[in-house]
Structure formats: C-alpha cells, structure tokens
C-alpha cells in the first residue's frame, strides 16, 4: 500500500501562479509513475501531467507550457507547478502513483481559479 499527501491548493486569480506537493508514504518513484490528474464538477477526471520512473514527462494539451511535473527523490516529493492559471483550470487535484495494474491516489486537493 501506498499513501499520497497533497498539498498547496486554493485560490488564485487569473493568471497567476500555484505550486501542488504530493508526497508518498515511501520511496517509490524508482517502480512508479507518479502523476496528477484533476476532477472538474460534472466532468470526468483527466490526466494533466505525469512523470514515469525514468523521469520523462507528458502533459495533457491544455496544460502545455503552463504546467510543469517534477519530482524530488531526496524530499520523496512530486510537484506541480502551475502558471498562469485559468479559471477553466478549477478542479480537485489529485496525485496518482501507478505501477502496472496498482494504483494509488491522494485525498485531492481543490484548486480554483477566479477574480
């Protein structure tokens, strides 16, 4: 079993910036991809970044070049930072960790996005 923290969601007006934290109850990012998807009201949940074992990374098309995945193995940290943020970016925010058919996923955290 693995549990996922997250952490640094809230409110941010248009354009701005947030930084998400999620941080594993172990050292997995040499077996797992780790990545964030987010949860829109009445909408399903969608992949936004992710980062496999070897460190490459993959963005949905909507995030491209505002969003970035990283990970910190010396923290056992992955973020997410986000630029200039949009209001259609509002959602919960979660962090998943995969690694064939085991997946894992944090409480969500919400991020919105408004004036």
């Known amino acids: 079993q693995v549990q996922l923290v997250e952490s640094g969601g809230g409110l941010v007006q248009p354009g701005g910036s947030l930084r998400l934290s999620c941080v594993p109850s172990?050292?997995?990012?040499?077996?797992?991809?780790m990545g964030w998807y987010r949860q829109a009201p009445g909408k399903q949940r969608e992949l936004v970044a992710a980062?496999?074992?070897?460190?490459?990374?993959n963005y949905a098309d909507s995030v491209k070049g505002r969003f970035t995945i990283s990970r910190d193995n010396v923290k056992n940290t992955v973020y997410l930072q986000m630029n200039s943020l949009k209001p259609e970016d509002t959602a919960v925010y979660y962090c998943?960790?995969?690694?064939?058919?085991?997946?894992?996923w944090g409480q969500g955290t919400q991020v919105t996005v408004s004036s």
């Open positions: 172990r050292t997995i990012f040499s077996f797992y991809a």
């Open positions: 998943n960790a995969k690694r064939a058919v085991e997946h894992y």
């Open positions: 980062i496999d074992s070897g460190g490459r990374t």
